[in-house]
Each structure stands twice: as structure tokens, then as C-alpha cells.
């Protein structure tokens, strides 16, 4: 079973920045798609932005401000925030979905991240 450990969230000022980590304890299989989730309270949780075969795609709300990037060899991916605004608040969710027959994903614990105006 594979294991996410997100880190980097926290409490920022509108306009700040901060930067998520999401590391897995083992190697992922190849053909993987890695992404960040939002829930922000009282809300469904909904996709940021996603990355894998080469391809990224965010969230309307978040282009031009939120980029992700991978690492294989760590098995970790990153959420670079900049420009953050208070509508950003919520817990972050990593997410790792295995393509293939058997369907396998991960999420991670949560992360806060609070925006104050």
C-alpha cells in the first residue's frame, strides 16, 4: 500500500506564496497520473491540477498562479502556489492513480492551507 505524505501548508496572506510536497513511500508504477485536490469547507472537494504522460491541466481558478511538477525519482510531486487569495483556503488532497485494469489510487492525509485577507 502505498503511502502520501503532503507537507508545506500553512496560514499565508493574500498574495503570498507556498509550496506543497507530496512524497510516496515507495515507487509508484509507471504510468501513473499525480494531482493535487481541494476541499475547502462546506464544499465538494475538487481537482487543482493533475500531471502525468507528459500532460498537466489545472483548474480554471488556479492557471497562470498554481503549477505542478513531478519528481520521479523521489516519487514526489509539488504544488508551486503563488498569488494566493482567500478562496484558495482549503485542505489540499494528493492524489495518485495508477492507470491500468486494476484501478489502483492513493490520497494523501490533507494539508491546510488558509489564505488570510
Known amino acids: 500500500q502505498v503511502q502520501l505524505v503532503e507537507s508545506g501548508g500553512g496560514l499565508v496572506q493574500t498574495g503570498g506564496s507556498l509550496r506543497l510536497s507530496c512524497a510516496a513511500s515507495?515507487?509508484?508504477?509507471?504510468?501513473?497520473?499525480m494531482g493535487w485536490y481541494r476541499q475547502a469547507l462546506g464544499k465538494q472537494r475538487e481537482l487543482v491540477a493533475v500531471t502525468g504522460g507528459g500532460a498537466t491541466n489545472y483548474a480554471d481558478s488556479v492557471k497562470g498562479r498554481f503549477t505542478i511538477a513531478r519528481d520521479n525519482a523521489k516519487n514526489t510531486v509539488y504544488l508551486q502556489m503563488n498569488s494566493l487569495k482567500p478562496e484558495d483556503t482549503a485542505v489540499y488532497y494528493c492524489h495518485v492513480k495508477v492507470i491500468g485494469p486494476l484501478g489502483l489510487q492513493f490520497w494523501g492525509q490533507g494539508t491546510q492551507v488558509t489564505v488570510s485577507s
Open positions: 515507495e515507487r509508484i508504477p509507471s504510468g501513473n497520473v
